[in-house]
């Protein structure tokens, strides 16, 4: 079992571009949440994602939106970025039917924005 | 609305001996659980143990154990027998509907074993 698996691993933009981050669940789980982690802080919840529908949002603005596939795969996208859009950006996958619940979480996409 | 606070940026700890941190928390939920993430350098975060807001009995994972004070909303972690391994970032976090939604983290307490 790969886990929770994201890419890229890295990426560098420059301030008003557009960036698309890809995240594969581990094997089984139907349900997809983001995260961003600001340096030295906690992570941030963006939205979550299950049956192809953003379930739930945290405070974040219209530029971040996101996607789950038929396999549950998910892409979190952020429009016009700001330099304060650089962080570590967590993807955490979990199975709604699983008790007791556990959100399992990859190893992160680190944005720059330049 | 959820917030948790970690009030200890950095702990350190001689291998061997145990050390305890903190985590307060506050929310308008029920069906909530508590959490402590792990977040080693290499950046994925593990969890550590989970407790169910309704069960009174503190939670234990082999040398990691809580104190869970659901009056006073306080959820504190105490590592046994520090090991090297055990250096890393701690996140205290909460979840709502047991878990299934977001989880709301606090902003971690940096761990450092000393040898």
């Known amino acids: 079992d790969a886990g929770v698996t994201q890419s890229p691993t890295h990426l560098i933009k420059t301030r008003g571009q557009q960036v698309t981050l890809r995240c594969s669940p581990k094997s089984g789980h139907d349900t997809v949440s983001w995260y961003q982690q600001a340096l030295g802080q906690g992570p941030q919840f963006i939205f979550q994602?299950?049956?192809?529908?953003?379930?739930q949002r945290g405070n974040f603005p219209d530029r971040f939106s996101g996607h789950q596939f038929p396999n549950y795969s998910s892409e979190l996208n952020v429009n016009a970025l700001l330099l304060g859009d650089s962080a570590l950006y967590l993807c955490?996958?979990?199975?709604?039917?699983?008790?007791?619940?556990?959100?399992?979480f990859g190893p992160g996409t680190r944005l720059t924005v330049t | 609305a959820q917030t948790v606070t970690q009030s200890q940026p950095e702990m350190s700890v001689q291998e061997a001996e145990t050390v305890t941190l903190s985590c307060t928390y506050d929310?308008?939920?029920?069906?909530?659980?508590l959490f402590w993430y792990k977040q080693p350098p290499s950046r994925q975060m593990i969890l550590v143990i989970r407790q169910e807001a309704y069960k009174q009995q503190n939670a234990t994972e082999n040398r990691f154990s809580v104190n869970f004070q659901k009056a006073a909303k306080s959820f504190s972690l105490k590592i046994s027998d520090s090991q090297l391994g055990d250096a890393a970032m701690y996140f205290c976090?909460?979840?709502?509907?047991?878990?299934?939604?977001?989880?709301?983290f606090g902003s971690g307490t940096r761990l450092q074993v000393q040898p």
């Open positions: 976090a909460s979840g709502s509907d047991m878990g299934r939604r977001a989880l709301t």
């Open positions: 994602y299950y049956e192809e529908e953003e379930r």
């Open positions: 955490a996958s979990s199975y709604q039917g699983n008790t007791p619940y556990e959100q399992y």
């Open positions: 929310t308008s939920e029920s069906d909530y659980y």
